[in-house]
């Protein structure tokens, strides 16, 4: 999921920020003189306060996927940022403070945060929380909105099923008023017939009408096949197709949906955006998450020619955009069978490293034998030098 829908779903709820993706700096120049100092641990260089949580999540989650340990401080920034009831703000400037009633917590920060610790393992008193924060604040509908309590939309119903799914519960398990997440999602699905066949809607509109969304929809297809953001692309290696047949279910759904997504980038090899005032352009975030979408759906041989722009295109975009794009690309080279490393001629584990604190090093990654094997050889290498000198004392006093 794009971090600009959730930029626009809080806009939305607190007239706070536009719709589009708050303004970006380049985070490979550092914080300027006037910004306030980031806290330790933090991924990238930018304000956090609208995103602090999420990219920390997609970072951590993205190392972890390419084996490589994130720094201890990263992971305790992260699990630092947790309420006491379970939540998870998109960032909180004060730690320490108990979280009250004036700090917005939000679905999509905690259900990123949940599927970065479960991943890393060792945080299960903190995702246990988290998760039954999250079925709390469930919906009627089976689905959940931006803040508790709003609308169910797409992307955040996506997100938390990722969550779930992170845990090891059954999304279909889930239920508020007989709805599961399924429920809502199938909800916001479109027909096969006129505008957007195929697509997700983000939201019905005030008219109670779906419009396509390729940003919802590429959330919805990993969501529905019951994924995390951070999938492998196993598909059925068939091409997708949308068909009507009576209610859909989630895996019709995703095929729909993948449906149009392929036809999406089937021209140009990515999706666009527009935002009023200005020309369109090309839209990376969505179209890493289409590659997603459609090698999880389908199989890597689908995902092809949008992976193939993004190779040659999305350098400067992630460069800009710090550590949750370079983790986007990471998860889209991944799922399309794609070398992080070497994406387009850039190792995108590297450029992610360097967004924030240097990850461990591996402790004794090669060894066949583990660490608990090398402490054993230094151990007897220890007693022998220990022997050795003995005797050379011995010897000196003979």
Same mark, same amino acid.
């Given at each position: 999921?794009?971090?600009r829908?959730?930029?626009?779903?809080?806009?939305?709820a607190?007239?706070?920020i536009?719709?589009a993706a708050p303004?970006v700096?380049?985070?490979?120049?550092g914080p300027?003189?006037s910004?306030?100092?980031?806290?330790a641990?933090l991924y990238?260089?930018?304000?956090?306060?609208?995103?602090g949580?999420w990219r920390?999540?997609?970072?951590l989650?993205?190392?972890?996927?390419?084996?490589?340990?994130p720094?201890?401080?990263?992971?305790d920034?992260?699990t630092?940022q947790?309420c006491?009831d379970?939540?998870?703000?998109a960032?909180?400037?004060?730690?320490?403070?108990?979280?009250d009633?004036k700090?917005?917590?939000?679905?999509?920060s905690t259900a990123?945060?949940?599927?970065?610790?479960?991943?890393l393992?060792g945080h299960?008193?903190a995702t246990g929380?988290?998760v039954?924060w999250?079925?709390a604040?469930?919906?009627?509908?089976g689905g959940?909105?931006?803040t508790?309590?709003?609308p169910?939309d797409?992307n955040s119903?996506?997100?938390v099923?990722?969550?779930l799914?992170?845990?090891?519960q059954?999304?279909?398990?889930v239920?508020?008023d007989?709805k599961?997440?399924y429920?809502?999602?199938?909800?916001?699905?479109?027909p096969?017939?006129?505008?957007g066949?195929?697509?997700f809607?983000?939201?019905p509109d005030?008219k109670?009408? +779906?419009a =396509?969304?390729?940003? !919802?929809?590429? /959330? #919805?297809v990993?969501?529905a096949l019951?994924? &995390?953001?951070?999938?492998?692309?196993?598909?059925?290696?068939a091409?997708?197709r949308?068909e009507?047949?009576?209610?859909p279910?989630?895996?019709r759904?995703?095929a729909n949906?993948?449906?149009y997504l392929?036809?999406a980038?089937?021209?140009?090899?990515h999706l666009?955006?527009?935002?009023p005032?200005?020309t369109?352009?090309?839209?990376?975030?969505?179209?890493?998450?289409?590659?997603?979408?459609?090698?999880?759906?389908?199989?890597p041989?689908?995902?092809?020619?949008?992976?193939?722009?993004l190779?040659k295109n999305s350098e400067a975009w992630?460069?800009?955009s710090g550590p949750a794009?370079?983790a986007?690309?990471?998860f889209?080279a991944?799922?399309?069978?794609a070398d992080?490393?070497?994406f387009?001629?850039?190792?995108?584990?590297?450029? +992610?490293? =360097?967004t924030?604190p !240097?990850p461990? /090093? #591996?402790?004794?990654k090669?060894?066949p034998f &583990?660490?608990w094997?090398?402490?054993?050889?230094f151990l007897?290498?220890?007693?022998?030098?220990g022997?050795l000198l003995s005797g050379?004392?011995?010897?000196?006093?003979?």
């Open positions: 999921m794009n971090f829908r959730s930029a626009a779903a809080l806009a939305a607190v007239a706070v536009g719709s303004a700096a380049d985070t490979s120049a300027s003189p910004s306030p100092a980031l806290p641990g990238g260089t930018t304000d956090p306060q609208y995103d949580v920390q999540s997609l970072a989650l993205a190392q972890h996927t390419m084996e490589v340990r720094a201890a401080k990263a992971v920034w992260l630092g947790q006491a379970g939540s998870f703000a960032f909180r400037a004060e730690p320490g403070k108990v979280c009633a700090l917005m917590v939000d679905t999509n990123a945060a949940v599927q970065a610790l479960a991943a393992g299960d008193t929380k988290a039954s999250l079925k604040v469930q919906n009627k509908d959940w909105g931006y508790p309590g709003g169910s797409t119903t996506s997100v099923i990722g969550a799914a992170a845990v090891g059954k999304p279909e398990s239920v508020k007989g599961s997440p429920d809502a999602l199938l909800a916001f699905a479109l096969c017939s006129g505008d066949a195929g697509a809607a983000y939201q005030k109670g009408k +779906l =396509a969304n390729a940003d !919802a929809t590429a /959330a #919805a990993v969501a019951g994924q &995390g953001m951070a999938p492998e692309g196993k598909g059925k290696g091409e997708a949308c009507d047949s009576g209610k279910s989630p895996d759904a995703a949906g993948a449906s392929a036809q980038v089937a021209k140009d090899g666009t955006s527009s935002l005032g200005s369109d352009q090309p839209d990376f975030g969505n179209t890493a998450d289409t590659v997603v979408a459609l090698a999880v759906q389908s199989g041989a689908q995902a092809q020619k949008p992976l193939k722009w190779e992630a460069k800009q794009a370079y986007q690309l990471v889209a991944r799922a399309a069978g992080p490393r070497d387009g001629g850039v190792d995108l584990v590297e450029r +992610l490293n =360097a924030g !240097a461990q /090093a #591996a402790a004794e090669d060894s &583990g660490v094997w090398t402490v054993g050889v007897v290498a220890g007693v022998g030098i022997f050379r004392k011995k010897q000196g006093q003979s």
